[in-house]
């Protein structure tokens, strides 16, 4: 079945710093892929997906690229802030059972530090 | 924007209660979803519907029911809540062509005692 793997945290980093959470993928088929966000307190909430493969996802100045050849999604930003601090979740959609559903990764915890 | 609204953001129960988590959405989607997500584990799907009165199991079914009568509130419903049912508990929603855009509730933060 489909399956996301994703870097375990946490992960602690100086504001400024290069951040990286890698992610690879296991599914049948041209899933979709997404990160998801979730800061403290709050729900998910989506923050960029690639849709097939060689597309880029960007947001907030997070980047994904969809990799086919390696199946992977890894999460990059070039300097990361403060407000940066949250739970980053893998995820890819595929339709299994008949119905198109989510499947997440375990979630990565990013603290960035001033 | 889309609005996923869930009742309670903390309750606390005791061993064999019955427990109603509700959720409600604005947007006029057709899929709802319940998750728990637990540390080191992520986000498990627990059950989803894509109509009224239609669901399906996820991931991590036994000991939880739903309910949708409506299109817009999706109940979650612990029939004898135990302790390792304890945990946090995310509503999500999304329109039949979402393609995996979920839009989700700040989540009930439930403890069985």
């Known amino acids: 079945g489909n399956s996301v793997t994703q870097m375990e945290g946490p992960v602690t980093l100086s504001e400024e710093a290069f951040l990286t959470i890698n992610c690879t993928y296991t599914a049948t088929g041209y899933p979709s892929l997404f990160w998801y966000v979730q800061y403290p307190g709050e729900g998910l909430q989506l923050l960029l997906k690639?849709?097939?493969?060689?597309d880029k996802g960007s947001n907030k100045g997070f980047e994904a690229t969809y990799r086919k050849e390696t199946t992977s999604f890894h999460l990059e930003k070039g300097s990361v802030q403060v407000s940066d601090s949250a739970v980053y979740f893998c995820?890819?959609?595929?339709?299994?059972?008949?119905?198109?559903?989510?499947?997440f990764g375990k979630g990565t915890k990013l603290t960035v530090n001033p | 924007d889309v609005k996923v609204t869930q009742s309670s953001r903390y309750l606390v129960k005791r061993t064999g209660e019955k427990v109603f988590l509700e959720c409600v959405q604005d947007m006029d989607h057709e899929n709802m979803f319940w998750y728990r997500q637990d540390p080191g584990l992520g986000l498990r799907l627990i059950y989803f519907?894509?109509?009224?009165?239609?669901?399906e199991k996820g991931d991590i079914p036994e000991g939880y029911s739903v309910s949708r009568e409506k299109k817009e509130r999706f109940s979650l419903i612990l029939e004898s809540a135990s302790t390792n049912q304890t945990s946090m508990y995310l509503c999500?929603?999304?329109?039949?062509?979402?393609?995996?855009?979920?839009?989700f509730g700040e989540g009930s933060r439930l403890t069985v005692l």
């Open positions: 690639a849709t097939k493969a060689d």
């Open positions: 999500a929603s999304s329109p039949w062509t979402g393609a995996g855009e979920l839009f």
């Open positions: 519907s894509y109509d009224v009165k239609m669901k």
């Open positions: 995820a890819l959609s595929g339709v299994q059972g008949g119905s198109e559903k989510l499947v």
